[in-house]
């Protein structure tokens, strides 16, 4: 016969060690899981904000290129600024008339978004974008809406 501490096996000692480290890697393992988790949410609103910001200076671009006239009297007559609220979303959008000589003849476009996340985009139209009626645009001889106009 063997002597009992001759015989293989685990004590109780070692069996609870075991335990505790599986424990402790699998809370990490739940923590990083938990942690990817919330950047991926931030990094969807973060796109949901910059999509919307997009599409509302896009939609403004365009409607100020086929409306220059209308616009380049901004701020102040006409619709100047404007919101669009979609999946608790809001975006403020403005238009404005560049000031100095630099400036003239540019309307610069302006998005903010807030909501879960934000954004913030800006351009300027020229007026040498606009089209009238007839599909004239402006040329150096015919400034048409590029002429300079009242402060």
Known sequence: MRPVAATRGLTLIEVLVAVVVITVVALGLVGIQLLSLRITRSS???????????????DRIVAVTSNFET???????GTCT?????????ADWSVARGSGY????????DVAVTGPATARMSTYV???????ALGKTPTLLDLGVCAPVGP
């Open 126 to 132: 020229s007026c040498m974008d606009y089209q009238d």
């Open 71 to 77: 616009y380049r009297s901004c701020p102040g007559v």
């Open 102 to 109: 630099e400036l003239d003849g540019l309307l610069q476009v």
């Open 44 to 58: 969807q609103e973060s796109s949901l904000a910059t999509q919307l910001a997009v599409e509302t200076l896009t």
């Open 82 to 90: 404007g919101r669009v609220v979609r999946d608790g979303f809001t």
